[in-house]
């Protein structure tokens, strides 16, 4: 599968941004997907995920309630909705793709299939 992740920018604390994440290739529902995020200097970390089966959402407690992932599988697309953003969030935001039916979902290791970012900046 090759995932393209777009929508970032700039954007002034408290604000709001959406992400999108668009899929080719194989059957996009099979597939558990995710959002990562990497700031300069860090390592890469996890931000959110959604399950293959039932659409089940997990969150990094850095984004708890101010962030939420959705996907919606006929148009082979995932978002991340960012709300009451920080500065601490500026990041380039990577969505990526387990393999299908994986009953991993939480952890970086768990994704093999990875978009190219999208930068985000939030000024505070």
């Known amino acids: 599968v090759q995932l393209q992740a777009s929508g970032g920018g700039l954007v002034q604390a408290g604000g709001s941004l959406r992400l999108s994440c668009a899929a080719s290739g194989r059957t996009f529902s099979w597939y558990n997907l995710g959002w990562f995020r990497q700031a300069p200097g860090k390592d890469r970390e996890f931000v959110a995920s959604i399950y293959w089966s039932g659409g089940g959402t997990y969150y990094a407690d850095s984004v708890k309630d101010r962030f939420t992932i959705s996907r919606d599988n006929a148009k082979k697309t995932v978002y991340l909705q960012m709300n009451s953003l920080k500065a601490e969030d500026t990041a380039v935001y990577y969505c990526?793709?387990?393999?299908?039916?994986?009953?991993?979902?939480?952890?970086?290791?768990?994704?093999?299939?990875w978009g190219q970012g999208t930068q985000v900046t939030v000024s505070s």
């Open positions: 990526a793709a387990t393999a299908p039916y994986s009953s991993g979902w939480l952890r970086i290791n768990d994704y093999i299939y």
